[in-house]
């Protein structure tokens, strides 16, 4: 069989977090009655004239400087005109050509997985207006819920020739521009709600041909694995499509979750299929420099920058830093205990280790869990004092996850405060080796293996408080004696 190359080309829509829609004041929320969030502007009506929404505008305006986008300083917006029951006008509100939209000409290094940055070069990134949303009705036929309709909706196009060439790049592109939208507060990214949509555009070529093949667009992907395992088997289905003789059809595809593969939907237009003009009811957007400007020095620290700081000035591993800032919340959680005086690896451990393991058996997020940066800076300076070793801290921060009690309040009341007193822990000593002649003979025959099995009877002896280094060296001394 020949050799072949995948090209994915990424559009990804994000509902932006505004609290009305793109051309009216209807309000944006997810789910609720259908049709109740509708207006006539929304809905098309005669006579309606529409009015941008501003904060949509800003919310483009800073992915696009994010993005690492040329500006338009002079936008229109445009008509894409097709029919289908979803689209209450008989057109989408939306931009066109190449350096019309809001951004363009940018790019995105994504962070792979062993390591390496690979450059996604972006397109545009331009504004438009969402569609309603079919509804398949138990009993049979279809129903539209326009109050998706309006709601301002921002898509970024990767640039042409594509950049991605495989599932895994196609994976990490969109959790990357996922995590930078988040940052920004401009999506809230919530795929399972369709806040978020990716639509990989995919075609094969033999490794000999210099032209690209017919590609296809697939949809209804709503998660970073159902992208992964799309494109993969798009470029399979492709390959043993060319493969069989037979010509890949340009056309948009669904993807089934359930049997894990695509299915025709309908024939995909081509561009001047949709006969783009400029909106004559919208008037051109105009920008000042000192604007952009602005906007540009008010982006917050995103990702990458993080990332690349907790590595240089906190000390932190590629690996350690990457957990930490794969959430927004996760990030100022980290940095609001770091402010406070904890220890950035110490903070880093408890976070990345019993923390988000009490987190993920529960079910909680960072923003829900009764654990706040008090809890773990009073934590530390308890087993910095030597007031608890490192096993009563994991039992009393379980504790303390469920209780919300601070873990000094806990051992104060318990009294599971570490043992340092010599002369305690030597009592114990004496007390397991006492118990446990056979061992003690088999130590001084030259097994000097079974020391560890009496450091843990004499860790058991005192519940697991006497401090484990004084243990160790109390065992050691009484057996060489």
């Known amino acids: 069989m020949a050799s072949y190359l995948a090209s994915v080309g990424m559009e990804v829509h994000a509902e932006l977090s505004t609290n009305s829609k793109m051309f009216c004041r209807c309000p944006v929320a997810f789910g609720g009655e ?5 207006c006539p502007i929304c809905l098309g009506l005669p006579g309606t004239l529409p009015k941008p929404n501003k904060a949509a505008v800003i919310a483009v305006l800073r992915t696009a400087l994010a993005l690492n986008c040329k500006i338009a300083m002079h936008s229109i917006f445009h008509r894409k005109n097709y029919f289908y029951p979803d689209l209450p006008k008989g057109y989408q509100v939306s931009q066109y050509e190449e350096t019309n939209p809001i951004g363009y000409h940018g790019y995105l290094d994504v962070p792979m997985q062993d390591g390496t940055l690979h450059r996604v070069r972006i397109r545009r990134v331009h504004l438009e207006e969402d569609t309603g949303k079919l509804i398949h009705l138990p009993g049979g036929g279809s129903g539209v819920d326009y109050n998706r309709a309006g709601v301002p909706l921002m898509e970024v196009v ?3 020739p594509p950049d991605i060439t495989n599932p895994e790049q196609a994976k990490e592109y969109l959790a990357t521009l996922r995590q930078i939208l988040i940052y920004l507060g401009v ?8 806040s978020l949509r990716c639509e990989p555009n995919i075609s094969v ?3 000999t041909d210099e032209k690209l093949g017919n590609k296809t667009e697939l949809k209804n992907l709503n998660s970073f694995k159902s992208v992964s395992l799309g494109v993969a088997f798009e470029v399979r289905r492709q390959i043993a499509t060319i493969e069989a003789g037979e010509r890949v059809v340009q056309e948009t595809r669904g993807w089934n979750e359930a049997k894990e593969a695509s299915y025709s939907m309908r024939i995909k237009e081509a561009e001047n299929d949709y006969r783009y003009f400029p909106d004559p009811d919208l008037v051109p957007m105009e920008f000042e420099e000192a604007f952009i400007e602005e906007l540009r020095a008010s982006l917050p620290e995103l990702p990458h920058v993080k990332r690349e700081r907790y590595q240089s000035s906190l000390g932190l591993s590629p690996y350690d830093a990457g ?14 205990t770091v402010a406070m005086g904890g220890d950035p690896k110490l903070v880093c451990n408890w976070m990345t280790g019993e923390l988000a393991k009490l987190l993920n058996e529960s079910g909680q997020s960072i923003t829900e869990t009764k654990i706040r940066p008090s809890h773990i800076l009073d934590l530390l300076k308890l087993l910095s ?14 504790e303390s996850f469920q209780s919300g ?12 405060t570490q043992i340092s007193d010599s002369g305690a822990i030597d009592a114990a000593v004496q007390k397991v080796l006492g118990a446990h002649p056979d061992i003690v003979a088999k130590y001084k025959s030259g097994q000097t293996n079974v020391i560890g099995f009496l450091v843990g009877q004499v860790m058991k002896e005192t519940q697991g408080r006497a401090n484990p280094p004084m243990v160790q060296q109390a065992v050691k001394s009484a057996l060489e004696t």
């Open 34 to 38: 259908p049709n109740t969030r509708v």
């Open 187 to 194: 999506c809230d990214g919530k795929m399972e709600e369709g």
């Open 205 to 207: 070529r033999k490794e």
């Open 158 to 160: 990767t640039d042409f």
């Open 405 to 416: 009690r601070l873990p000094s309040d806990l051992v104060a009341e318990s009294g599971a």
């Open 323 to 336: 957990v930490l800032t794969s959430e927004k919340e996760l990030a100022a959680y980290f940095e609001e």
């Open 385 to 398: 004092s030597g007031s608890i070793n490192g096993k009563t801290a994991k039992s009393v921060f379980a």
